[in-house]
C-alpha cells in the first residue's frame, strides 16, 4: 500500500512538471541568480582591507599655549598634536590611506550648546596641518628624525607609504593644529593625559576608527621635537615678528646657497 502511494506521488509530482515546465525553469533561474548574489556578497565581505592603528612613544602628544593675544578678556592659545602613528593592514584586500584625522573632547564647562557638541561629542581636526620642520629628538651627538605618514621630510630620505597591501604596515608622524581659540577650546587634560580618536579612511570610502591616551606636555617639551611646533597657522597668516621674519628669510637665504653651491 505504501509503495503505490509513493509511486502515485511520483507521478502526480511528473505530471505536474510537465504542465508547469515555464514555472520551474523561472523558478530554478531565481534561485540561481540569488545564490550567486549571495555568494558575491560573502565573498566581497572576506576581500576586504582592515586597518589598525597603533601609537608609538616619541613624538606623540597635545600641547596647548598661550599666544600671548586676548579675545573678549579671555587669553588666546593654540593647540598642536602631534601624533606617532603605526598602521597595518590586518585584511584581504590591499587600500591606501587618503586621510589621517583626529577628534577631542574639548575642557568646557557645563551645560552651553559648545558644552553638548564638543564635550560630550567630539571636535574634530579634519585637515592635517604642514609641519615647518621635521619632528627629531638629539640622542647623544646624534639626532634621530622621524618619518611623516603623509608629507616629505627635509632630513632624511624617508618616503610617505600609504598604499598597503595586505600585511603591510607603516609608521609616520601626522601632524594637526588647532587655530587660535580662547576659554576652554582645546583639548581636556586628565591626569597629564588627554582621550583623543583617530579616524583613518582609505580609498574604498571605508573609516578606521580607535580611542587612545596621549600625554598633554609643555610648549618648552614640545619644541625639543619640532622647534616650529604651534608655528603653522601663525606663518600661513602672516602674524610672524619682524625678527622672526628676519631669521627665517635668512634661513631660507642660506639653504638656498648652499644648495646652489653645491649644485656647481
Known amino acids: 500500500m505504501k509503495e503505490y502511494q509513493l509511486v502515485e ?26 545564490l550567486g548574489w549571495a555568494s558575491g556578497i560573502f565573498s566581497g565581505l572576506r576581500h576586504r582591507p582592515k586597518l589598525k592603528v597603533g601609537l608609538i612613544d616619541g613624538p606623540t602628544f597635545s600641547c596647548t599655549f598661550a599666544t600671548g593675544e586676548k579675545h573678549d578678556g579671555f587669553d588666546a592659545h593654540r593647540t598642536g598634536i602631534a601624533l606617532y602613528l603605526h598602521i597595518s593592514n590586518c585584511g584581504n584586500a590591499p587600500t591606501a590611506i587618503t586621510a589621517v584625522e583626529v577628534g577631542y573632547h574639548w575642557h568646557l564647562r557645563p551645560f552651553s550648546k559648545l558644552w553638548w557638541k564638543y564635550r560630550v561629542g567630539w571636535f574634530w581636526l579634519t585637515d592635517q596641518s604642514v609641519a615647518l620642520l621635521d619632528f627629531q629628538i638629539s640622542i647623544g651627538s646624534s639626532t ?53 580618536k583617530v579616524r583613518l579612511r582609505d580609498t574604498h570610502g571605508r573609516q578606521y576608527t580607535s580611542k587612545h591616551k596621549i600625554p598633554v606636555i609643555e610648549l618648552v617639551d614640545a619644541l625639543r621635537y619640532n622647534p616650529r611646533f604651534g608655528e603653522t597657522h601663525q606663518e600661513l597668516s602672516g602674524e610672524f615678528l619682524p625678527n622672526q621674519e628676519d631669521e627665517i628669510t635668512i634661513g631660507t637665504f642660506d639653504s638656498t646657497k648652499n644648495s646652489d653651491e653645491a649644485t656647481k
Open 144 to 196: 634621530k628624525v622621524f618619518p611623516f605618514l603623509t608629507q616629505m621630510n627635509r632630513l632624511s630620505a624617508a618616503q610617505p607609504k600609504t598604499y598597503l597591501r595586505i600585511g603591510d604596515a607603516t609608521n609616520g608622524v601626522v601632524y594637526f593644529e588647532q587655530k587660535e581659540s580662547w576659554g576652554g577650546c582645546f583639548p581636556s587634560p586628565r591626569l597629564g593625559y588627554t582621550l583623543v
Open 9 to 34: 506521488l511520483l507521478l502526480r509530482l511528473f505530471s505536474w512538471m510537465n504542465a508547469n515546465q515555464g514555472v520551474l525553469t523561472f523558478s530554478i533561474f531565481l534561485t540561481t541568480i540569488i
